[in-house]
């Protein structure tokens, strides 16, 4: 099917660009694009998704659900991430865009005490290594199928920080994880940052009050604290510690969030 054919045929059917968003899985910036002339060979796999929806006969309903389990399955790219991405906070991870949630005040207070320790100790013991906090976009595989945004990342090869954000795996992350976001934190990103070459990762859970660390240099883990005392982190061979009794107090501060 020729362009100026799914033009006609979006045209006889009264398609609205956000309609063949919704119903294709395909993002509203690369409709536009495409019907604008703007990209004039798209895709396969994006044709065929147009193709589908503007010759079928009736057109089923989209799923409420269709931003965190992608209809048009592992098919997006960096281009359509920030495409989305001025829109709302989204995440790519091997071609599957995932809904991010406005982070909740414990969830803010928790990364930033954390970042601000890191920052802290880091310069104290005169480390060359960068600490960063969300947003930052890091394009994890160095490919255009996976864009992350990390609460917390380290990075010590700076060659890795570019003006947009970060080419490669950090050394080291943190995640707070929430009701949203904790399947992805735990075993999807487990596993991608694992792949990628991140050599310590840690996520806090502010509902069940405890860390969990990964050591995936030493291939050892996962290993799960309590948020009290101090832990230092293995990739400074814990010269670098955090309070985690302080982090605690940010979800006693708010105890109401989630």
């Not at 509902?207 to 832990?231: C, K, M, N, S, W």
């Amino acid at each position: 099917m020729t362009l100026e054919e799914m033009k006609r045929i979006k045209e006889e059917k009264g398609y609205t660009i956000t309609q063949l968003a919704e119903y294709t899985g395909i993002p509203v910036g690369t409709l536009q694009k495409i019907f604008s002339g703007e990209t004039r060979t798209p895709r396969y796999a994006t044709r065929q998704a147009l193709e589908n929806v503007l010759q079928a006969d009736k057109v089923k309903e989209p799923s409420t659900y269709a931003v965190n389990v992608p209809r048009y399955h592992g098919s997006y790219t960096v281009e359509d991430y920030y495409t989305m991405s001025g829109d709302k906070r989204v995440e790519l991870i091997d071609g599957e865009i995932y809904d991010m949630c406005v982070p909740s005040v414990v969830h803010q207070g928790i990364s930033a005490n954390v970042f601000f320790q890191l920052r802290q100790k880091i310069k104290e013991q005169g480390g060359s290594c960068v600490p960063l906090y969300a947003p930052v976009d890091v394009r994890l595989d160095c490919d255009d199928r996976t864009m992350v945004q990390p609460d917390v990342l380290i990075i010590c090869d700076k060659s890795k920080i570019k003006k947009w954000g970060i080419l490669g795996a950090p050394d080291f992350i943190l995640e707070v994880a929430s009701d949203s976001t904790r399947k992805i934190d735990y075993y999807k990103k487990t596993t991608k940052y694992m792949e990628a070459g991140v050599k310590e990762y840690w996520i806090i859970d502010p509902i069940r009050e405890r860390l969990t660390i990964y050591d995936f240099q030493h291939e050892e883990g996962p290993a799960v604290y309590p948020l009290a005392g101090e832990i230092g982190l293995i990739m400074y061979d814990s010269a670098i510690r955090i309070d985690l009794k302080e982090v605690g107090e940010e979800i006693q501060e708010y105890p109401d969030e989630c």
